[in-house]
Each structure stands twice: as structure tokens, then as C-alpha cells.
T-cell receptor, first 119, second 112 residues
Framework: AQTVTQSQPEMSVQEAETVTLSCTYD???????LFWYKQPPSRQMILVIR??????QNATENRFSVNFQKAAKSFSLKISDSQLGDAAMYFC????????????????FGKGTLLTVNP | GAGVSQSPRYKVAKRGQDVALRCDPI?????LFWYQQALGQGPEFLTY????????KSGLPSDRFFAERPEGSVSTLKIQRTQQEDSAVYLC??????????FGPGTRLTVL
């Protein structure tokens, strides 16, 4: 079974600064997907960024980028120019390549990192 | 356009009561997931539907948990004889198969 570990329960950053959230995972699979989700307080979880394991290029979405190290099974999220609205719980998640039976679509989440942005 | 909706948003049950949690996915999304999120934890997979077929129920913690999606749209998660350890936020997500999962706001269940 796959596992996802987020070793930083809490992080804080000054507004306009850069912060990196860590994530490691364990799998024996060679093809899979990795995600970062954001869950603001009392609000719905939304996708921040995703990475396909077969792609060597790191994904980027505006101020959000990842550092994907497949051999090290590491998938960190960098938030540049942090904004007050970035304050939330961030979850790293893993998804297998779906099999022919249509299963394996489920997400496996880490425990999350609570990000505080200080003005 | 409407996103994933869930009802009720909050549910308080006495231990031993049965509860039913509803999920309305985004129209046209064939895949529907249920997750359980305990306080301070990440969501954990419960079950997965592709249209009306329940393809994976490996995450259901006991036979007190039952989910259905009879017409391939709305889904209901039922918990029988609720226990205190069932207290959690229950999240529903839908997707167009391989694409992004869109999450609902969740139902916060408190069992007294």
C-alpha cells in the first residue's frame, strides 16, 4: 500500500516571502500521480497543483511550483510571494495509475501541513 | 455552475442512531468518492463509484457503513448504529474519471 508523509505539522511565512512544504511518499509503482490540495478553514478542498510521475518537468501554476524528485520519492510545494489568502491546511496526495478494472482512482493523503501567513 | 454539494452540513447523532449523508456530484461526473476526515488528519478513502457501480469499498471501516448510488448521480452514505469513533467530517468528491476530483464542503458528524 502507498503511504504519504508530511513531516511538518505547521509552517509559517511572512507575507510576500517564499515557503516550501515537504512531502515524501512510499510506493513500488512506477507510474502514478501526485497532488497538492488546499483546505481553507471551513471551506472546500481545492486542487493546487498536480504532477504526473512520468513527466520529468516540475509542474508550475502561477505562484505555486513543485520539486518532484522521483528517485527520492519526494514532492515538495513551493509557494512564492505568499499572500494572506494562502493560509490553509495543505495536503499532499498520491493516486495510482488506474487499472483495467476501473479502480485505483482513490487518493491517499498525508496528514497535512497548516500554513500560517503573517502580515 | 454548481459544484459538489452535501447535506446536511452538520449532523449530531446519539450513539446507536442511524444516519444518512447525501452527496450531489457535479452533473455528468461519472466518478464519485467518499472520504472520512478525522479531526487533525488527512482524508481517508471509504468507497468509490463509477456511475452506479460500486467498484471499490475497501475503505469502509465496518459493515455498519453502507453507500449507494442507485441512478449513477446522487449518492448516500449510511452509517448504522453510530459509535463515537464515527465522529468525523465526511467528504464527497466527484470527477470525470481520470481528471481532478472536486470536493464538496463535507458533512461534520458528531456522535454523542
Amino acid at each position: 500500500a502507498q503511504t504519504v508523509t508530511q513531516s511538518q505539522p505547521e509552517m509559517s511565512v511572512q507575507e510576500a516571502e517564499t515557503v516550501t512544504l515537504s512531502c515524501t511518499y512510499d510506493t513500488s509503482e512506477s507510474d502514478y500521480y501526485l497532488f497538492w490540495y488546499k483546505q481553507p478553514p471551513s471551506r472546500q478542498m481545492i486542487l493546487v497543483i498536480r504532477q504526473e510521475a512520468y513527466k520529468q518537468q516540475n509542474a508550475t501554476e502561477n505562484r505555486f511550483s513543485v520539486n518532484f524528485q522521483k528517485a527520492a520519492k519526494s514532492f515538495s510545494l513551493k509557494i512564492s510571494d505568499s499572500q494572506l489568502g494562502d493560509a490553509a491546511m495543505y495536503f499532499c496526495a498520491y493516486r495510482s495509475q488506474p487499472n483495467s478494472g476501473g479502480s485505483n482512482y482513490k487518493l491517499t493523503f498525508g496528514k497535512g501541513t497548516l500554513l500560517t501567513v503573517n502580515p | 455552475g454548481a459544484g459538489v454539494s452535501q447535506s446536511p452540513r452538520y449532523k449530531v447523532a446519539k450513539r446507536g442512531q442511524d444516519v444518512a449523508l447525501r452527496c450531489d456530484p457535479i452533473s455528468g461526473h461519472v466518478s464519485l468518492f467518499w472520504y472520512q476526515q478525522a479531526l487533525g488528519q488527512g482524508p481517508e478513502f471509504l468507497t468509490y463509484f463509477q456511475n452506479e457501480a460500486q467498484l471499490d469499498k475497501s475503505g469502509l471501516p465496518s459493515d455498519r457503513f453502507f453507500a449507494e448510488r442507485p441512478e449513477g448521480s446522487v449518492s448516500t452514505l449510511k452509517i448504522q448504529r453510530t459509535q463515537q469513533e464515527d465522529s468525523a467530517v465526511y467528504l464527497c468528491a466527484s470527477s470525470l474519471g481520470l481528471h481532478e476530483q472536486f470536493f464538496g464542503p463535507g458533512t461534520r458528524l458528531t456522535v454523542l
